[in-house]
Structures are given as structure tokens and as C-alpha cells.
């Protein structure tokens, strides 16, 4: 009988080895996509200053931030709270670094996050982010927007989802169509329309524009301007459409058209859109915007965003560093992906072969048996239960996907047989070994 | 300039990319190990109830604990903290999960925990540990002891440190001991005696252990116990000079010398030692307690430890879930590996080969030899930043062991050279490819 309440706390993901194992293979493909890319891994402490996690954030932020309680062998120390993403972390790090570091820095980083979410299916207090970001010192080529985009795509394509479409904006054009319209000061208010333009029927987008005062033929040149979506064609013909001379609003539309031009000589072409709907909420971008949709599963949302940032750590150093990035949500992504039942990773047993000894008298050789074949690059349990015969298999059934019994037979003779725990079929060592 | 502290918070490591590469490479390959040996990986939230992490705690712990403040959002949730090491969590799980679990359930840990330690050198706050336990339904076979200790050093062999030792003793071999001279009311204290002996002079031990009223001939039995150490035959010969007819002693001896004798088998006779001085703190544990040390350089410590307990999960549930285990602490290894000159990891550079387009029109040639590169399994980085062409390569140089410019010439010919960046020579790009 329990005496204690053992289930993990509201919004934290816990998983059978199983699960753990086919998430852990996601991880790691994702990991060896971005490392084969060239960019270098890095961790950041959980823990952090107040400070520095707060210095930009506020709003929604601010509430959600797990701050931490000093002990008292740490009383010294500023006011500390784990980070939220992996941005703000990054920041620091490369101004922290800097002279260490060469420049542009191509990073990933791998971890969980935290943020005290109200408790609701599909939020995850502490969830795994998978980030690669370049940095530049002063400048940075708008030719590794697409990169990143393109690689943040291949770690997708590790997963053998079905198919998924990057929408693709660029923060320039939506704020050089504001600046025309004169409407620079209800940016933040715009771009937070936009942003949950597609949750909400288009009548209520309308009532919050006129909400604002904009005047009828405003709202329906932001109405027009968000509904751009398509082929970059397309989307040209319908920007140009606007006529305006703006210097934001073209250099916009020039990088977003370099980005495409990129991505379509990588062979992306059937796997990118122009949509004006992306902004990426209240967020640092301030270029290229992305987010990456399963269009057969609209449900599932966003599976992969991110985009260009002006000045990554504008709050804690003069140094102007530009960066574009991108994030893979992973424990949301692994959860939906259940949900939907889309999980290509074959929940495997993890083990390969359990080796059985008879008695205490078989464990020598059954344990040098182990050693030559995980040599040989097998993974193999050795059962040492004081169990009898019977409940061993059983014990074996369930993890393995072979047995074999070490008795005085096969010492003697030096012939083990192994068996398929699925199919029943034997097979001598030496066979199974060559498989 | 700086506008605030970026420096990580004190008692935290923040490793350079370079670092980062070797402690993951190490990271990684004791988890193989563990994977090889039939162990299940399992990941439990950082953040869990304080009521689960403090069950048994007490002392040292609570004091050190991080506890976590609600937001807004969680206000309704019990008490919070971050976890400080993987055993508790484990005890919560396996009770949590147990009707899915296969027992015995071995299982790895890989992650990082939490303790607000006095900030000093080599104590960190916040540090990885890489755990392997064995959990067992009412009984657990005492060859898993072995199994575990076994597993952990072949887990530390693939790390090339020097000789590496197991000194190894069995807390029911102390406790019967005690129980002979009527002092078991004494054990917390002698315990923790013990425990420190080895930090300092003897006649420190001796005098606490004066201070507890002990009398002088005990005082003069447990000096006598606590030197015991060496090969089990000498260990043996000492303890049978006791003459003690207590179950619990022989018991002790009796596990100890099966312990003894299965990692002899795995051919670890000339790596472990019986030494009665290890005791394991004020653990829980209750048999088999083990410490790994490298001989050569004793200030290091021990650098891997763990021990049998009787009942894992007692604070949480009435099912006796008996278990043996042992942790890699990580961060303090590589922190204290790096200052011995002993990190075996050679810090290499990141990329195998930096692809360098000479100007805009080759980036889309560039792109697909990477994209061909990285599928046979290379490290490419495709250099996108607008530099000079002899900027590329001093990036280049700091990050890859080869490079190579793509122009015109290489397009049209067909042809790309590779330079080796240390050695200066050119390949071609075939021969680099067969490498």
C-alpha cells in the first residue's frame, strides 16, 4: 500500500523505459543532425540570476518563472530561477565567453526548461528543448537564416513524420506595412492580433483591430495583408500589390526572398510557404520568422519555430550580436505524437539477448559469454535472479528478444542454443551472432 | 561593456564548446556501457514534492535542499523542490510505476542534480551524476552486487584513467560487530566516525570515539576493525580473529566473500580491496557498500560508490522493494580529471571539414557536397558569413581540421581540393573521402 502520493507533479512528463527509449532516440537523432551541421553543443547551468533571466521578459514570463529558494549555504548569492528557455541562457553564455568563442557561433543546446504553466493537457512545466542558434559579432549573413531552417528540417526528418511544411515570414515586411500605415505605435498590440489570428474566427480579429481605432480601411488592409499565404510568388504579387516604398518593408521582402531562394536550391521548394500570419508573438525576432505544421495533423500546432534576432544580448553587453534560431519542443512533440498515435519509433524491447545461467555454478561462464558479445556490440543482460527456471524466461519474455539457458551441457560441449522469445525458434550461438 | 554579471552562479560548471565535446564523450560512453549491460534508461523530473524528496532525509539534506517557489499558475500544487540525487526519485517511480515495471528492473540515470552546497572548490551545486540500480521485488539475488560494481568500472574504463581500485566492505559485517560489543544503541555515531576516519589523524578518531564512553578495549576493537584492509584472505584472517559468533557478522562475511568471488571471475582480482573504512555515510544502505579511488592520486577521492539497500522505498509504500546501486558523479570527475592533467578526451576540433563557397554563386554547390558529406557520416560546416576569403579560413582554422573553397573552377571542373589546416598539405576531395 502507498503512504505517500508517488505521482509525478502536474505538468512534468514521466515515461515507461519503453517510451523513454523511443523518446531518447529522437533526442539523439536530432542532436547528430545539428552536430553534423557544425554546430557545437553547449549546456547552460538550469539555475540562473534572476537578473539576467528577467532582464528582457515581463508579462506572461515573469509570472510563469520558477524562482528558487536559497539555502543556507547560499544565502550570498543573487536571486536565482531556472530558465525558460534556452535563449536567454545562451545570451549570457556568449557574452560571458566571448573571447573563447569564434565567431559565427554555431551552437545547439539539448535540455529541459521550465515554466510554471497553469496545469492543462498538452503543457509541460519541464519540458526538453532542442535549440541551435548562429551568433555574429556586429553582422551575420541572412544566408544562415536558411541554413538554420534547413537543418532544424533534416532533424525533423529523423522522425519519419508525416508531412511537414515550414511557414515562413519576415518580421521587416509586417513592420514596414505598419510604418506606412503609420500604426508604429500599436506594433505590440498588431502583432498580438496577428499572432492569434488563427485561433479565433476572422470577425473576431476584425473587432480587436477596430478595438483599436485603426479606422475601417486600415482594418482591412491588415485583414488583406494577413491572409497572404502561399507560393512566394504569390505572396510577392500580393505585398507588391500594396505599393509601398517603405525601406523596412522591401529589405523584408528581399530577405525573405533570398531565404526561399535558399531553400528551394536545397530542395525544399515543396516544403516552404509565405505566410504573413507568422510573427512569432511578442518575441526578439526581428527578420525571418518560421514555424514548422504538420498540415494533416493542423490540430498538433507548431512542431519547430524560431527565427532572426537583431541583438541577442542587447541586455547584458554594448557588443551588438545578431543570431537566428530555432527550437524543436520535443516533450510536447513526443506527446501529441502518441496522442495521434504517430510515434515512429517502434517500441522496441531494449534488450537483445538474456543470458540464462542454470545455477550458481553457470554464472562464470554465462558472464564471459556477456562481455564478448556487448564487445561485439550487443546489448545482453545477464539474469541473476535466484529464481526458478521457469519465471526466469518469464522475466526474459518481457525484456528480451532472445534467451539462452547456460546449463553444465553447454559448458561441456560448448554449444549454446538461442532462442526467439517472439517466434520460439532456436538458433545456435554462432547463428544469431552473425546476425 | 558588460551591463551585468554574466558569469554562471557560483557552484555551477559552464564548460566551453571544446569542454562540452569531451564531457559529453564521456557521458555518452558510460551509458553505452550501461546500455550493453541490459540496463533500461529512465529520466524522473527535476522538480518533484518535498514531501517525496525529504521522506527520509534529514540533516545535510535539508539544509541543502533547493526548495522552488509556486507561481500564480501552480499555486494549487503540494510543496516543491529539485531533486538531489537519482535514488529518491527512483524510490518514487518504481512505487509510481510498479505494475509496469519487469523485476528485477535495472535501470541508469543520467542527469543533473541539485544540492546549495557552501560554495568551494570542487563542490559544485548542480552536477551531473550517472546512477545504475537494481530494484528487486521482496528478494534481490546477491550477485547483483557484484553486477553493479562490475558494470561501473567498466563503465570508468572507458574513460583511460589510471588505475582505478574498489575498495569494498559490507555494512552487516559493521553492524554484527557492533552488535557483539553491545554498542549497536552507538551505530549513527561510530557510523559517521569512521566515515571521517580517513580524513584525519588517527588520534582524532581515537578521541571521538572516547568522547562516545565506549571504554578503552573498545575503542581498541573498533581502531583494530576499521584498519582492517586488503585482499579478502587478509581481510578474512583479521575478522576471524574476532571470534564473533553474531548472525549479522557472518552474514557480512559471507556476502562479501561471494562479492569477492564473482568479480574475481569478471577478472577484477588485482582492482578491489576489502576496507572496513568504508561505510557510506549515514546512507541507507544496508549490505555491500563499495568506493572507487585511483590510487595514484588519492586527493581525487572517490570518484564512483554505492552500496545494497534493503528497502528502497519504505517512506512510500509497504512493498519491500530491495535494490543495489552505485553513481558516477561527473561533473566533479571531469572537473577534477581536468585539473590532474588526467582528462584522456583529446579536445579536438568540432568539425572535420569546413566548406568555404568563394562567393554567393557557389553556395548552392557547396550546400549539396555537404549535404552528400554528412550523410557518409562528416562533421561539414558550410561557411556562410560575408568575409574576405582569408577570414573564412582563419574561422575555418579555429573550428575544423580540414577546408576546402568552392569557386567557379571547382564547379566546372569538378575538382575540389581539401587542406589539411594543421599540416597545411591539399588532398583531394576523393582520397579525403576515403579517410
Redesign the interface.
Known amino acids: 500500500?502507498?503512504?505517500?502520493?508517488?505521482?509525478?507533479?502536474?505538468?512534468?512528463?514521466?515515461?515507461?523505459?519503453s517510451e523513454?527509449?523511443a523518446f531518447?532516440k529522437m533526442k539523439n537523432n536530432i542532436g547528430e543532425v545539428f552536430?553534423?551541421?557544425?554546430f557545437?553543443?553547449?549546456?547552460?547551468?538550469?539555475?540562473?540570476?534572476t537578473?539576467?533571466l528577467l532582464?528582457k521578459a515581463g508579462g506572461e514570463t515573469e509570472?510563469?518563472?520558477?524562482?528558487?529558494?536559497?539555502?543556507?549555504?547560499?544565502l550570498?548569492?543573487?536571486d536565482?530561477a531556472?530558465r525558460f528557455d534556452h535563449t536567454v541562457p545562451l545570451a549570457?553564455?556568449v557574452?560571458?565567453?566571448e573571447n573563447?568563442?569564434?565567431?559565427?557561433f554555431?551552437?545547439f543546446q539539448v535540455g529541459?526548461n521550465?515554466r510554471?504553466?497553469?496545469?492543462q493537457k498538452g503543457r509541460f512545466?519541464?519540458f526538453y528543448q532542442l535549440d541551435i542558434d548562429v551568433v555574429?559579432r556586429n553582422?551575420?549573413?541572412v544566408?544562415?537564416d536558411s541554413?538554420v531552417i534547413a537543418t532544424l528540417f533534416s532533424a525533423l526528418e529523423t522522425l519519419g513524420l508525416p508531412k511537414k511544411l515550414v511557414r515562413i515570414s519576415n518580421r521587416k515586411i509586417l513592420s514596414g506595412f505598419l510604418e506606412e500605415l503609420n500604426l508604429n505605435h500599436l506594433s505590440a498590440e498588431i502583432f498580438s492580433i496577428i499572432d492569434h489570428a488563427e485561433k479565433v474566427p476572422e470577425s473576431v480579429t476584425r473587432e480587436k483591430l477596430e478595438g483599436l481605432g485603426l479606422g475601417e480601411e486600415n482594418v482591412a488592409r491588415v485583414i488583406a495583408f494577413i491572409e497572404i499565404s502561399g507560393s512566394l510568388e504569390e505572396a510577392l504579387l500580393k505585398l507588391n500589390e500594396f505599393n509601398f516604398r517603405s525601406e523596412k518593408f522591401n529589405e523584408g521582402i528581399n530577405e525573405l526572398t533570398l531565404v526561399f531562394k535558399?531553400l528551394e536550391?536545397?530542395g525544399l521548394g515543396d516544403s516552404i510557404m509565405a505566410d504573413m500570419k507568422i510573427v512569432r508573438g511578442l518575441d526578439y525576432y526581428t527578420g525571418t520568422v518560421f514555424e514548422t505544421v504538420l498540415p494533416d495533423y493542423k490540430e498538433i500546432g507548431s512542431i519547430c519555430s524560431g527565427g532572426r534576432y537583431d541583438n541577442l544580448a542587447g541586455?547584458?553587453?554594448?557588443q551588438v550580436l545578431p543570431g537566428v534560431g530555432g527550437s524543436i519542443g520535443l516533450t510536447r512533440l513526443f506527446s501529441v505524437l502518441k496522442e495521434a498515435k504517430l510515434l515512429n519509433a517502434v517500441v522496441e524491447k531494449?534488450?537483445e539477448l538474456?543470458l540464462i545461467p542454470f545455477s550458481?555454478n553457470e554464472?562464470?561462464f554465462a558472464?564471459k559469454l556477456a562481455?564478448e558479445l556487448?564487445a561485439e556490440?550487443?546489448?545482453?543482460?545477464?539474469v541473476?535472479?535466484?529464481k526458478k527456471l521457469g519465471d526466469k524466461f518469464s522475466?526474459a519474455g518481457?525484456?528480451?528478444k532472445f534467451a539462452a539457458v547456460i546449463g553444465g551441457n553447454e559448458i561441456k560441449t560448448g554449444k549454446v542454443f538461442v532462442k526467439n522469445l517472439e517466434s520460439g525458434e532456436q538458433s545456435s550461438l554462432d547463428e544469431f551472432r552473425k546476425k
Open positions: 500500500m502507498k503512504k505517500l502520493n508517488t505521482s509525478p507533479i502536474s505538468g512534468m512528463l514521466e515515461l515507461l523505459p523513454q527509449s531518447n552536430r553534423k551541421h557544425g557545437l553543443n553547449i549546456e547552460t547551468p538550469v539555475i540562473d540570476r537578473e539576467i532582464a509570472k510563469q518563472i520558477y524562482k528558487v529558494i536559497k539555502t543556507e549555504e547560499t550570498d548569492d543573487a536565482q531556472l549570457r553564455y557574452v560571458e565567453h573563447n568563442l569564434t565567431f559565427p554555431k551552437v529541459r521550465y510554471g504553466e497553469r496545469a512545466r519541464e555574429g553582422t551575420l549573413s544566408n544562415y541554413e535558399r536550391e536545397k541586455f547584458y553587453t554594448d531494449p534488450v538474456a550458481e554464472i562464470r558472464d562481455k556487448r556490440g550487443r546489448i545482453v543482460d545477464l541473476l535472479a535466484e522475466y518481457k525484456i528480451a
